[in-house]
C-alpha cells in the first residue's frame, strides 16, 4: 500500500487521459496528486457537444470520472494551476506547482449572486470567444469543481469591492495571491493533451476576416446546448439558418507549411458535425471536401451510415481559397481531384476541419525529455519516471487516450514500486 511522498504519482493535465491516469492510479491503492491549468476538470472532452461513434454527450463518461473522484480520498487535484519545476529521478521527483488566484475560496455554493453584481464583460474562452461571459463567472454549466472564478482584470476594478459584497457566502478573497506548493513524488504522467491549429495561419481560407467561416472546435459550441446559441447552429454574421454548409477537411494538416501530419480525427469529427446540421435542418445541403477519408476499424460503419444522406456530398478534392462575394456568399474554390475540372461552390457556413498540436510545442515540460519533431512527448527511451499519455503523444480519439492513461498510470506505478 501506498504511504511515502516518493510513493505518490503526479498526473498533470485532466483531460480524459490525465483522469484515467490518476482514478486507475488511486484505485490500485497510490496517492495521486493532479494539476491542471484549467478552472475546470475534463480537458477539451467538456466542450464537445457528442461524441462518435455513438454521439452521446461527453458529459455522461466525465461524470462517472468525477463522482469515481469525489469517492477516493487518494485522488487531490489543483486547478489553475501548473508545474512550475521538475528534478530528481525516477522514484525521487521534487515538483513546485504554481497556484494561480481564482479569487473564491471553497465556501462557494454557485449560487451566481457575485456575477449578478457585474456589469464587467470578458471574452468567453469556453466558446473559443463566440460570445461573452461576466467577469465573475463560472467557467462553464457543468464545470467540476462547480465554484465561480473572479477575472484579474475584475479584481483590478472598481467593481471588485462591490462583487465581493454581493456574494452572501464570504466566498470571495481579493487578496488570493498566486502561491508555490512543494511536492515530493515518485513518478509524473504528462497528459497536457492538445490545441486546435491556429486557423488564423491560413491565409487563404479567410479565417478571422469572414465570420461564417469557422473551425470544427467553434463548430461542437455552436451546436451544444451550453454553447453560445444553446445548441441552435446558425451563421454568426445574421444569426440565420445556413442552407448549405461546407467542411474542409486537412485544414492546415498534411501540409508542410502547417501541420505535416494527419491528426486523424477530423474525419469523423466534420461527419459528426454533418448529423448535428441534419438533426436540425433536414433539407440543409452539405459538402465534405476531403483528400481521404480516415476511418478506420469500427469508425468505419458510421463513414457508412453519414454517405447514406442523399444530401451530404463527399467531395474529393483541396480547397484552394475561400472569399466571400456579393450575391453568392461564401466561394470555395476547389479542383475534383477525380475530374481534374475547377469548381466555384457556394455555402452559408464553412467550417474549418483544423488538426490537433501538441500543447508540449509551445509548453514544453520544465525538465529534459524527448519530443518528436512535432512537439509530441516520445515514450520510449524517455525520461525514466515520467510518462507521457493521450494527444500529447499522438493525436487521436477518446477510446484510446482512455487506454493510453490507464498504460501510463501502470507505468507510474512500477516506477514507484521499483524504488
Ligand atoms: C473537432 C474535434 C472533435 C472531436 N470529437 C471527438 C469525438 O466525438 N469522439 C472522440 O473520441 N474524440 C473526439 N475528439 C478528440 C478528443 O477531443 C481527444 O481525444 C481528447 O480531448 C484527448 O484527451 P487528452 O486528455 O489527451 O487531452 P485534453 O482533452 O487536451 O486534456 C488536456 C488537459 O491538460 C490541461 N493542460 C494543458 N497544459 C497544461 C499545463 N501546462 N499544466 C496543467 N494542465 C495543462 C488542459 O487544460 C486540459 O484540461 C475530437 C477532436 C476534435 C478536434
Ligand atoms: S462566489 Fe459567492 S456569490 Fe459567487 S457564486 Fe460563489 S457563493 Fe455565490
Not at 501506498?2 to 496517492?31: F, H, K, P, W
Not at 530528481?88 to 462557494?108: A, S
Not at 512537439?375 to 493521450?390: C, D, E, T
Request: a negative charge; charged letters at 25%; aromatic letters at 10%.
Amino acid at each position: 500500500m501506498a504511504n511515502t511522498d516518493t510513493q505518490s504519482i503526479l498526473v498533470v493535465g485532466s483531460g480524459m487521459s490525465g483522469l484515467t491516469a490518476a482514478i486507475e492510479a488511486a484505485e490500485a491503492g497510490y496517492d495521486v496528486y493532479i494539476v491542471e491549468k484549467n478552472p475546470y476538470l475534463g480537458g477539451r472532452v467538456a466542450q464537445l457537444h457528442h461524441y462518435f461513434p455513438k454521439l452521446c454527450p461527453p458529459y455522461c463518461g466525465l461524470e462517472i470520472n468525477f463522482r469515481r473522484i469525489r469517492q477516493n480520498p487518494r485522488v487531490r487535484f489543483f486547478t489553475m494551476a501548473e508545474v512550475e519545476k521538475i528534478s530528481g529521478e525516477e522514484g525521487d521527483f521534487d515538483v513546485t506547482i504554481r497556484l494561480n488566484p481564482r479569487y473564491v475560496n471553497e465556501k462557494c455554493t454557485g449560487c451566481g449572486k457575485c456575477a449578478e453584481a457585474c456589469t464587467m464583460e470578458i471574452e468567453n474562452a469556453f466558446n473559443y470567444g463566440m460570445d461573452k461571459i461576466k467577469a465573475a463567472y463560472l467557467p462553464h454549466d457543468m464545470a467540476y469543481p462547480m465554484r465561480y472564478v473572479l477575472d484579474p482584470a475584475l479584481i483590478k476594478s472598481d467593481e471588485a469591492q462591490k462583487v465581493k459584497e454581493a456574494c452572501p457566502y464570504d466566498a470571495i478573497d481579493l487578496d488570493m495571491e498566486s502561491r508555490a506548493v512543494e511536492l515530493k513524488v515518485g513518478s509524473v504522467v504528462w497528459a497536457t493533451g492538445w490545441k486546435p491549429y491556429d486557423a488564423n495561419k491560413l491565409d487563404t481560407y479567410g479565417f478571422g476576416q469572414y465570420p461564417d467561416v469557422i473551425t470544427n472546435v467553434m463548430m461542437e459550441r455552436l451546436a451544444s446546448w451550453t454553447g453560445p446559441t444553446k445548441g441552435k447552429i446558425v451563421r454568426p454574421s445574421d444569426g440565420k439558418a445556413p442552407e448549405t454548409i461546407a467542411f474542409v477537411q486537412c485544414a492546415g494538416s498534411r501540409d508542410e507549411n502547417h501541420l505535416p501530419y494527419c491528426s486523424g480525427i477530423c474525419c469523423l469529427a466534420s461527419m459528426k458535425q454533418a448529423t448535428y446540421v441534419r438533426e436540425q435542418y433536414p433539407d440543409a445541403k452539405i459538402y465534405i471536401f476531403f483528400i481521404d477519408i480516415r476511418a478506420t476499424d469500427r469508425l468505419e460503419d458510421f463513414y457508412n451510415k453519414v454517405k447514406e444522406d442523399e444530401n451530404i456530398r463527399f467531395f474529393k478534392g483541396k480547397v484552394a481559397k475561400i472569399t466571400e462575394e456579393d450575391g453568392k456568399g461564401l466561394v470555395l474554390r476547389v479542383e475534383d481531384t477525380m475530374t481534374e475540372e475547377l469548381h466555384e461552390i457556394s455555402a452559408d457556413l464553412v467550417v474549418l476541419a483544423t488538426g490537433m498540436q501538441p500543447n508540449t510545442s509551445e509548453s514544453p515540460l520544465p525538465i529534459q525529455v524527448p519530443y518528436d519533431d512535432y512537439g509530441f512527448m516520445v515514450s520510449r527511451n524517455g525520461k525514466p519516471g515520467i510518462y507521457a499519455a493521450g494527444c500529447v503523444r499522438t493525436p487521436t480519439f477518446v477510446s484510446e487516450v482512455v487506454q493510453d492513461g490507464t498504460a501510463a498510470a501502470l507505468k507510474a506505478i512500477q516506477s514507484v514500486v521499483r524504488r
